[in-house]
Nanobody
Framework: QVQLVESGGGLVQAGGSLRLSCAAS????????MGWFRRAPGREREFVAI????????YGADSVKGRFTISRDNAKNTVYLQMNSLKPEDTAVYYC????????????????WGQGTQVTVSS
């Protein structure tokens, strides 16, 4: 059974930090590209960050770059999203996703998705 379980979300004041975790099981984690996406109320799903099998990373919106860091621990089958200097506009449900291929920024080619974790940033 393939499973992606996000955790670490919650309520935080603007300027604060959170670290999201996504625990994977049921597949060979090290062979998969992992991505983070988010969806805010009234907004379309947005690409946040990606980490390839090599450990190479890339980020989405300019507002995310420099504040968020994606990482993975293959021994723990876990991908992380460290979020610093959080802003109210970061409020969203954050999802992790896994892809046996190269992933991408649209989310259309990902094989597995988690249920999401809520991040709320107060002003």
């Amino acid at each position: 059974q393939v499973q992606l379980v996000e955790s670490g979300g919650g309520l935080v004041q603007a300027g604060g930090s959170l670290r999201l975790s996504c625990a994977a099981s049921g597949f060979t984690f090290s062979r998969y590209t992992m991505g983070w996406f988010r969806r805010a109320p009234g907004r379309e799903r947005e690409f946040v960050a990606i980490i390839w099998r090599s450990g190479r990373t890339s980020y989405g919106a300019d507002s995310v770059k420099g504040r968020f860091t994606i990482s993975r621990d293959n021994a723990k089958n876990t991908v992380y999203l460290q979020m610093n200097s959080l802003k109210p506009e970061d409020t969203a449900v954050y999802y992790c996703a896994a892809d046996a291929g190269g992933g991408g920024v649209t989310g259309s080619n990902y094989d597995y998705w988690g249920q999401g974790t809520q991040v709320t940033v107060s002003s």
